[in-house]
């Protein structure tokens, strides 16, 4: 049983910064690409960022230059800080991890809960 625990979503005026934060915990051998996604109301959900094992990163243009999206060197926490926020940021942020459990198990791609950005204007 693998968890993804989101933290840091707030409230925050246009401008502004947030860190988000995401702890894998549970049966893990090892975590392979991690990645932050978004759902607005009425949208689909949508990738933010994502980074490989190896430390690649990838971006949604509309965050380019303005989020950067890190691991620990565990490999098991991931972070997405969030500078010059604006209101169309405003959303619910997953976690998404590619984990394996044991070496002879197939990779799984699990999701945390959630956690609330507002961005008010």
């Known amino acids: 049983q693998v968890q993804l625990v989101e933290s840091g979503g707030d409230w925050v005026q246009a401008g502004g910064s947030l860190r988000l934060s995401c702890a894998a915990s549970g049966s893990i051998f090892s975590v392979r690409a991690m990645g932050w996604y978004r759902q607005a109301p009425g949208k689909q959900r949508e990738l933010v960022a994502a980074i490989t094992s190896g430390g690649n990163t990838n971006y949604a243009d509309s965050v380019k230059g303005r989020f950067t999206i890190s691991r620990d060197n565990t490999k098991t926490t991931l972070y997405l800080q969030m500078n010059s926020l604006k209101p169309e940021d405003t959303a619910v942020y997953y976690c998404?991890?590619?984990?394996?459990?044991?070496?002879?198990?197939?990779?799984?791609?699990?999701w945390g809960q959630g956690t609330q950005v507002t961005v008010s204007s």
């Open positions: 998404n991890a590619e984990v394996k459990i044991k070496l002879w198990t197939p990779w799984e791609t699990n």
